[in-house]
T-cell receptor
C-alpha cells in the first residue's frame, strides 16, 4: 500500500543534543513538508521541498535542518539551537490533489 | 496567517448532520477550498476539496457559495468517531504550502 511513514513515534532528547526524525513516502510525490504542532494550536511550517536536492525554509525554520537526497525521504534534524523543541512533528507528502500526512513524531526534551 | 475563519468549537448529536462553516472572503480565483480533520495525536486526514462546484464523496459534502467567500462541510450522519478538529484551508497544494489554522473542534455527543 502506498503511504507515508514517520519514525519514531515517540522520541526523547536531552538538552544540547541533535535528533533526527525520519519521514519516508512511497507515493511518488515530488513535494514533502514538515510541520510542527504545539498543544491546542494549528500546524506551523518548518521546511518544505518541492523537488529532490532542493528545499525552502518555512515560517519557523530556525533551529532545524533538512536534506532531500532522495525523492522518498525527507529527514528533519532538530538541533541544539532549537530552544523549545518539545512538540508534535508532522511530515506530509504533497501532490496537486492535496496532502498525505504521516502519523507524527512526538518529541520531548528531558 | 490562515486565510480562513472558523468557529473554535461546535457540538453535534450523534446521528444528526454536522454542518461546519468556514469564511474565506479573500480567496483567489485559482485557490481551492480544502477540508482536513485531525483526530487527537494523529496526522490530519484529507476529507474533501473543491474549486467552485459543490462536491460529495463517501465522507462528506462540500457546499461552496456562488461568490466563493464561504463554504460549509457537511457530515451527513455524525458518529462518535467524527469527533476531531476540522481544518478549512484555501490555497493550491500544487503550488505553495497550505496554511493550517486552529480549525473547529467538533464534539459528537451520544
Amino acid at each position: 500500500d502506498g503511504g507515508i511513514t514517520q519514525s519514531p513515534k515517540y522520541l526523547f532528547r536531552k538538552e544540547g543534543q541533535n535528533v533526527t526524525l525520519s519521514c519516508e513516502q512511497n507515493l511518488n510525490h515530488d513535494a514533502m513538508y514538515w510541520y510542527r504542532q504545539d498543544p491546542g494550536q494549528g500546524l506551523r511550517l518548518i521546511y518544505y521541498s518541492q523537488i529532490v536536492n532542493d528545499f525552502q525554509k518555512g515560517d519557523i525554520a530556525e533551529g532545524y535542518s533538512v536534506s532531500r537526497e532522495k525523492k522518498e525521504s525527507f529527514p528533519l534534524t532538530v538541533t541544539s539551537a532549537q530552544k523549545n523543541p518539545t512538540a508534535f512533528y508532522l511530515c506530509a507528502s504533497v501532490n496537486r490533489y492535496g496532502y498525505t500526512f504521516g502519523s507524527g513524531t512526538r518529541l520531548t526534551v528531558v | 496567517d490562515a486565510k480562513t475563519t472558523q468557529p473554535p468549537s461546535m457540538d453535534c448529536a450523534e446521528g444528526r448532520a454536522a454542518n461546519l462553516p468556514c469564511n474565506h472572503s479573500t480567496i483567489s480565483g485559482n485557490e481551492y477550498v480544502y477540508w482536513y480533520r485531525q483526530i487527537h495525536s494523529q496526522g490530519p486526514q484529507y476529507i474533501i476539496h473543491g474549486l467552485k462546484n459543490n462536491e460529495t464523496n463517501e465522507m462528506a459534502s462540500l457546499i461552496i457559495t456562488e461568490d466563493r467567500k464561504s463554504s460549509t462541510l457537511i457530515l451527513p450522519h455524525a458518529t462518535l468517531r467524527d469527533t476531531a478538529v476540522y481544518y478549512c484551508i484555501v490555497g493550491n497544494s500544487g503550488n505553495t504550502p497550505l496554511v493550517f489554522g486552529k480549525g473547529t473542534r467538533l464534539s459528537v455527543i451520544a
